[in-house]
C-alpha cells in the first residue's frame, strides 16, 4: 500500500488480522505520525471508519508532502490511520 493510497483515503487501514498485528508493511514522510486504532474510534465516537473520516479530513487540510521528502518503511495494523507531518506538526 502506497503513500497516496493511505492519505488519499478518508478511511482507516484494514488488514485481514486483528488490531495491533502491524501486518501493514508501507512507506511514509519521515516525521508522520500513526494514530493508534483505539484513538482513532475514540475520535469516531466509538467507530474507527468515522474516526478515519474525520483524520482524513485534517490529512487532507495540510499542504501535500514534497515529492522529494524523506521516507521511511514502516508496519501499521488495522484501523491505525497515517498523519502526514504537516498535520503532525499542527
Do not use: K, N, W
Request: no cysteine.
Amino acid at each position: 500500500m502506497g503513500l497516496d493510497e493511505i492519505f488519499a483515503r478518508a478511511d482507516a487501514l484494514r488488514a485481514e488480522r486483528g488490531g495491533r498485528s502491524d501486518t501493514i508493511a508501507t512507506s511514509v514522510p519521515v516525521g508522520s505520525f500513526v494514530v493508534p486504532a483505539m484513538d482513532v474510534a475514540q475520535i469516531g465516537g466509538g467507530d474507527t471508519r468515522t474516526g478515519g473520516e474525520i483524520l482524513g479530513l485534517v490529512g487532507a487540510s495540510v499542504p501535500e508532502t514534497p515529492s522529494d521528502a524523506a521516507f521511511q518503511e514502516i508496519r501499521i495494523s488495522r484501523g491505525e490511520h497515517v498523519l502526514p507531518p504537516a498535520a503532525a506538526e499542527a
